[in-house]
């Protein structure tokens, strides 16, 4: 008999006159999760990863890139609040389509960058401005934090799962302990209240 602890270990696993086919239920539930886990998670992750990869990298498509002239002096420094990165700030810039047409809007600029100076800028098929695509750097990373938290959401998926079985199952075993009490006291003549 394996004891660690003061537990007897896999119980439910052997021959005993008071196991109940919930006890091995439980058991069952219990290793069903846990190839799930080791089986789902990495898996989900893996491919969720990957399409979240190429899914960050398929933005780049129809996309081209041109050069823009400021039309005005960029703010020499970022505002708190403007959602871009650290070093840049949206000002007025300037292009030309390949057909010759000139065309205006606002684009992230160095911040402190002078009017007339150069900046790249990314345009649609259509020449309407659009952020910049991700880098491959960036891509593989987006994927990766797409791919841990599917993981995670399998992984919570699987142990509540888990939990409200084994909830359910001591709701029934606890249900059948007091059908057995009423009985025995019915048959040992106590009567409650």
């Known amino acids: 008999m394996l004891i660690h602890g003061g537990r007897v270990l896999l119980w439910r696993w052997r021959r005993n006159l008071l196991k109940r086919r919930s006890d091995v239920a439980e058991a069952w539930i219990g290793v069903a999760a846990a190839a799930l886990l080791l089986l789902m998670v990495p898996a989900v992750g893996v491919v969720t990863a990957a399409v979240g990869e190429r899914s960050a990298l398929d933005q780049a498509h129809g996309l081209h890139r041109t050069a823009a002239r400021l039309v005005e002096d960029a703010p020499a ?28 809007g606002e684009a992230p600029v160095a911040a402190g960058s002078k ?18 695509p991700p880098t491959p750097a960036q891509a593989r990373s ?12 399998v992984c919570v998926l699987v142990a509540g799962g888990w939990w409200v079985a084994r ?27």
């Open 77 to 104: 420094t970022p505002s708190r609040f403007s959602g871009m990165a650290d070093d840049h700030v949206r000002t007025t810039v300037r292009w030309t389509t390949p057909d010759g047409s000139p065309k205006t």
């Open 142 to 153: 987006q994927g990766a934090a797409l791919g841990a938290a599917a993981g995670a959401g």
């Open 115 to 132: 009017a007339g100076s150069y900046t790249t800028v990314w345009l649609d098929d259509a020449d309407r401005l659009r952020p910049a």
């Open 167 to 193: 909830v359910r199952l001591d709701v029934r075993r606890m249900a059948r302990w007091e059908r057995a009490w009423a009985e025995f006291d019915a048959d040992r003549g106590h009567r409650h209240a």
